[in-house]
């Protein structure tokens, strides 16, 4: 425990929230290995809104779960908040880092409100009544009704399963949310909502956001900056309009086909003042 | 470097006392009991009497999360204290939890009426189950007169892999539970029949009882709680996936591809491992009683048909045949009411298979009181 009294807040450097050096992903079926990630280096600095693009199977959710701890590298390492990912898990993991999974994982035997509240109840200090405060905030934050605390999951519907999933995953205000497809399978009115959404809670909470997503709207609309997987590593790493310019058939492919001109009209829009 | 603790502090000032805050109050430090423990004892001096009076200095604070914000938002009585130094994002914080702050929820009391209301469900339950089974039931017969009717086309496949998963896989545990309630039974009896001088009597008490109980009911209540869990498990796990709808969208009749296969397969296996049980118990009971009274394997051979009539067999078969659908049926039952979460299924699986051994006990019963004339 440090000493009390005045104390520089931030460091000079800033540490990136996460990095990953050299990463080797191996996942070893029947008689042969599949090797997804080759030497693969990423870092991710603290504020950003990072997106992984790649094609299907290019590896990116098992890069997200790399940056969870969820897969062991095979070789190489990963490094989340100064820690191996790897002890990511161990306990109090919520307060560090959030996770809105692709169908929102919600423990089915519990009501929205006890969902949102677990990581807190976990902790077995607080009592009934703050846990039950605390997750009503959350639950108004993601856009809920206090109506809906009580519902189970089951009776929910997919955009409402992702926004307790979100407020789920940010109910002990991690510095760190990651989100694998947050938009898919949400009607167009739902995903633009839960978009700004996103985009409003990353600029007021401050959160370092890390993104998968096949959805070229809502990549465009929140990245502050675009990583490629493709061919077993990062081919391209930064802003939008500097991944687009990359010369590379892949990027070419996914971005300046029909759907990726349309999406990225937004580019070239005057950036939404609120 | 770490935060430090969370912590609170009473100041005096010349222009009044008042409290400073200092340290990391966000969720896991505050979540520290040794913390949470010291904390509680500040703010509830703070929130006493004159929370609102005196002077609240937030400006030292390292981090302050939305737990954080609650917890002082709590004790200032949900309400802004007139006095307070404060930075900008912790106001922010703050009003965030001031917007979505909802008054507690009034404790509703449980009235005679919604004892009533609760019993009444309970009715309408139990009403809905006994409709679901007989639903169930009719729905097997007519699927079983569609079989004989086109028996080519019948879902032969399943049949014989819910055989061998029901039936061959069970044949090592039956075998050892059945070997060693024959031994135990034959060796406390032993000890009875020897004060009387009548060794010879063991082949006739263990041969009935065993042939005609316990070997059919022993089989049904290891298979109830081996196969009986599997088909609920099986069946909830479909629903939750959401299986049964695309079966149903496909037009694939889930009586005559669920319930049906399992049915027969059960109906056949059950008897035979009745006999198998049976076998292995008196095979045991045979090894005890040579050792203990010196009855001889040949004697008890020759003797058991003598002492056991052949209908008792048959009415052993006949009552397994009974279990085994039972078993099956009530399995579906529970499996088909599972509602797609964890939860109801955990619950399916085990009213299953209390249901499906409570049955086979009772129904074991009825088959007594019938069949009491019957090969004694």
Redesign the interface.
């Known amino acids: ?2 000493a ?1 009294g ?2 520089a ?1 931030v ?1 000079a450097a800033a540490p990136a929230v996460v990095e990953i050096d050299k990463l080797w992903s191996v996942f070893h079926t029947a008689g042969r290995d599949a090797v997804v990630h080759q030497d693969l280096n990423l870092r991710i600095e603290a504020g950003e809104f990072m997106s992984i693009v790649g094609g299907s199977g290019s590896g990116k959710t098992v890069l997200l779960r790399q940056i969870l701890g969820l897969e062991r590298p095979a070789r190489g390492s990963v490094t989340v908040l100064g820690q191996p990912a790897a002890q990511l898990g161990s306990e ?1 993991a919520a ?1 560090r880092v959030g996770m809105l999974f692709q169908h929102g994982a919600l ?3 519990f009501t929205v409100l006890e969902n949102i509240g677990f990581a ?1 109840r976990e ?4 009592p009934a ?2 846990i ?3 997750a ?6 993601v856009g809920l009704e ?1 109506a809906q605390a009580h519902k ?3 009776d929910l519907s997919g955009g409402m399963v992702k926004r307790v999933a979100l407020a789920r995953a940010l ?3 991690p510095p760190l949310l990651l989100l694998d497809e947050p938009t898919s399978g949400l009607d167009p009115d739902s995903a633009d909502g839960f978009v700004a959404l996103l985009r409003s809670l990353h600029r ?1 909470l401050g959160l370092t956001v890390v993104m998968v997503t096949h959805d070229l709207d809502t990549l465009f609309e929140l990245s502050t900056r675009i990583a490629v997987v493709a061919e077993k590593r990062i081919i391209a790493c930064g802003t939008p309009t500097e991944v687009m310019a990359h010369d590379h058939p892949f990027v070419h492919d996914f971005f300046l086909g029909a759907r990726g001109q349309r999406a990225a009209a937004v580019l070239r829009q005057p950036p939404v003042t609120e | 470097m770490t935060p430090d603790a969370p912590r609170i502090e009473r100041i005096s000032a010349p222009a009044g006392t008042g409290f400073r805050l200092s340290g990391d109050w966000s969720a896991a430090r505050l979540a520290e009991p040794a913390n949470w423990a010291s904390l509680q004892s500040g703010l509830a001096l703070g929130a006493a009497g004159q929370a609102l009076d005196v002077k609240w200095d937030l400006r030292d604070l390292q981090r302050l999360d939305h737990t954080g914000a609650q917890v002082l938002w709590n004790a200032w009585g949900r309400q802004w204290p007139r006095q307070l130094l404060i930075e900008p994002a912790q106001r922010a914080m703050l009003s965030r939890v001031e917007q979505y702050a909802l008054p507690p929820p009034v404790a509703r009391r449980t009235s005679a009426w919604q004892l009533f209301l609760a019993l009444g469900a309970l009715v309408w339950l139990l009403i809905d189950h006994l409709r679901d089974a007989t639903r169930l039931l009719g729905q097997l017969l007519l699927d079983t007169l569609r079989l004989l009717r086109a028996p080519a086309k019948g879902p032969w496949r399943d049949v014989s892999g819910h055989l061998f998963s029901i039936g061959a896989t069970a044949l090592p545990i039956t075998a050892l539970l059945g070997f060693l309630i024959g031994v135990v039974l034959a060796y406390l009896m032993s000890l009875q029949l020897r004060q009387f001088g009548a060794d010879s009597f063991i082949v006739n008490i263990l041969g009935l009882s065993v042939i005609r109980e316990l070997g059919p009911v022993l089989a049904a209540i290891l298979i109830a709680g081996r196969s009986g869990s599997t088909i609920t498990a099986q069946i909830g796990v479909m629903r939750v996936t959401e299986e049964l709808d695309a079966m149903r969208v496909m037009g694939i009749a889930k009586g005559y591809r669920l319930v049906l296969p399992r049915a027969i397969a059960m109906a056949l296996a059950m008897p035979l491992l009745t006999v198998w049980t049976s076998l292995a118990a008196l095979l045991g009971g045979m090894l005890a009683a040579d050792l203990t009274m010196g009855v001889t394997p040949a004697y008890f051979f020759a003797s058991l048909p003598r002492a056991v009539q052949v209908s008792n067999l048959t009415l052993a078969m006949g009552k397994s045949v009974v279990f085994g659908v039972l078993i099956a049926l009530i399995g579906c039952h529970y499996g088909l009411r599972v509602k797609p979460n964890t939860e109801s299924l955990g619950q399916g699986t085990t009213a299953s298979v209390v249901t499906s051994i409570a049955m086979v006990i009772l129904v074991d019963a009825v088959f007594a009181l019938v069949f009491k004339d019957v090969g004694i």
């Open positions: 425990m440090s009390s005045p104390v807040p460091a109090g307060s423990f089915s035997a807190l902790l077995g200090t607080f009544a703050l039950r405060d605390v009503m905030v959350k639950l108004q934050m206090p189970m999951p089951a109910v002990m205000d007021e």
